[in-house]
């Protein structure tokens, strides 16, 4: 769908939370190390799986059905440059596959959303450590190894992506390679626990992770991808205006520092492990930074802004992981809210009358946002709402179970 456009409405009831993108993705493409039959459940049903899928495709990968993905085949060795590898981030996992896979790749830079600089120069330095050499880097992007080695690569900076690409890597590698600095993200976990399914060793020891890569993995197993902690977050978001809004399927600790810093500012909610009842709360100015896991993500933190707009007195939203995710604090100035960008700061100087709008969305996450605002205000539009459907199942089906009255186009 292109468009929302979203009226009053009484906002009430359960929603469950769907499996998480951005565990999914790689934990897809992890699969395929497997020789064997790898069943996933709660893989979400979204715009960058089928673009994932399409491309697995393509190398000669068959799956059944796509929420309970059964994945067979041999992966068959092709230059990887096809249009939808650049529409997408998480396209960049097959080089960290097809180097384990076939010690050679050649692929199109990714894509992805526009929020920052997005290089992948720790990607291809934790390449050369185990032996891969970078024939070019610029828009095809052709690596290759004579003999792959157990390595160890320190992180000048915690990389969700760079730490995905080189376990793949380092998992079909004989010996034990190390990553320093790695990402603590929970989705990071999730992948971990795969490949010890598949029978490699993975450890972590807070930020260092050591993997004991296998040649040869064939193994049958399924496995249980976990909720999206960024969807998880837009309901429990949604449900601060609503009269109570009941949102299932979550991880309580994947969302521990979010709650607690809106528990504090006010939040009434009953938390479950798996389940959390959101109530129509009053809340308090908060001052808050992005960071690595288990500070608030980057892409949680864009979801606060609609509430604080509607909070007397100033709040701060400090970016900590990209430098330019600031075009929804620009989008949200439409709706006459007083909001100012100094440096990596969103200043919001909430209380202010709002109004209605027509949005336009430019990434995944600022979509969510105008959704949150377009949901409160009940009297908005918001445009490219592709971006949306990238990353949140079902979504329109979620909005009208929670008496959401909208209409789409
Ligand atoms: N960085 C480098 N060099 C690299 C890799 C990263 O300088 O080689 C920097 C980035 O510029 C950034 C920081 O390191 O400043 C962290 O980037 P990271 O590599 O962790 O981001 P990513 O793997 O490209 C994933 C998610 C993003 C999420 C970020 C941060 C996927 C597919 N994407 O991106 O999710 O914002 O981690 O947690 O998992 C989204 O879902 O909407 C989304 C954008």
Known sequence: MQKIKTFPSKIKGRVKISGSKNASLPIVVASLLNEGKTI????????DINKLLN??????????SKRRLVMKGEVEYQELLYPEIKEFRASYYLMGLFLALFKEVKIYAPGGCQIGQRPINFHLAGFIKAGVEVISDSNIIHLKANKLTPFCYEMPKKSLGATVNLLLLASKINGCSVIKNASTEPEVDDLMIFLNKLGI?????TDMIIIYGK???RKKISYKIMPDRIEAMTFIALGVQSEQLIIK????????KPLEVLVQSGLK???KPKK??????YLQPIKIKSGDYPEISTDQMPLFYPLFTRVKGISYFTEGIFESRFSVAEELKKTNADIKIIDKTVIIQGGKDLIGNSFIAKDLRAAATLLIEAVINGDSTIENMYYLERGYEAIYQKLKQIGLEFNVS
């Not at 399927?249 to 521990?256: Q, R, S, V, W």
């Not at 959390?276 to 709360?281: A, F, L, R």
């Open 276 to 281: 959390i009842k959101v109530y129509q709360s």
């Open 249 to 256: 399927n979550i991880n309580k600790e994947h969302l521990k």
């Open 215 to 217: 040649t040869k993995i």
């Open 55 to 64: 491309i697995l495709k393509r190398i000669g990968i068959n799956y059944s």
């Open 40 to 47: 996933l459940n709660n893989v979400p049903h979204i715009t």
């Open 201 to 205: 060793k993975t450890f972590r020891y």
């Open 269 to 271: 909610a009953v938390i």
